[in-house]
C-alpha cells in the first residue's frame, strides 16, 4: 500500500472577498475528486481571500500508480484559469509490508522496532502536536 499526497498553494485571481474563494476552491475540489478520484480538502490560509493552502491524497497499490495521478493533479492545476499554482510539496509514503502479509498478522506492532507506514504517520502526527 502507498499514500500519496500533495500538498500546494492556490493563488487565486480576482477573488475580492471568501466567497469568491469559496467558488473557485469548491469547483476544483469537485473537479479533480470526480475526475481523479483523489481526496482534497482546504487545510490553510482560509481567511485569505486570494489564497488557499490545499492537500491531495490518495491510495495506490504502488508508487508509480499515486505518482501517476499525483502528476495528473498538477497538470489539472496548472491548467486552471481562475487560479495558480504557488508552492508545493509532495510526498508517496511506503508502507514496507506485503499486502498479503499486514492482513495475516493481527498482534499490536511494537512502536520501538514497527517501521510500517502506520507508525510513520502516527509519529508525523505527535511531532505536529508537539510543535
Known amino acids: 500500500m502507498v499514500i500519496g499526497?500533495?500538498?500546494?498553494?492556490?493563488?487565486?485571481?480576482?477573488?475580492?472577498?471568501?466567497?469568491?474563494?469559496?467558488?473557485?476552491?469548491?469547483?476544483?475540489?469537485?473537479?479533480?475528486?470526480?475526475?481523479?478520484?483523489v481526496s482534497i480538502a482546504e487545510v490553510g490560509l482560509q481567511d485569505r481571500p486570494s489564497a488557499a493552502r490545499m492537500a491531495v491524497a490518495l491510495v495506490a497499490r504502488d508508487g508509480a500508480r499515486a505518482g501517476e495521478v499525483l502528476d495528473k493533479v498538477v497538470l489539472a492545476l496548472r491548467r486552471l484559469a481562475d487560479a495558480e499554482l504557488g508552492d508545493m510539496t509532495r510526498e508517496i509514503l511506503h508502507d514496507p509490508r506485503p499486502v498479503d502479509s499486514a492482513d495475516a498478522d493481527d498482534s499490536a506492532p511494537d512502536p520501538r522496532t514497527d517501521h510500517s507506514l502506520d507508525s510513520e504517520m502516527r509519529t508525523r502526527a505527535e511531532a505536529e502536536d508537539a510543535a
Open 5 to 37: 499526497v500533495l500538498q500546494f498553494e492556490l493563488l487565486i485571481h480576482d477573488a475580492q472577498s471568501l466567497k469568491d474563494k469559496r467558488r473557485v476552491v469548491a469547483s476544483l475540489k469537485d473537479r479533480l475528486h470526480r475526475d481523479l478520484r
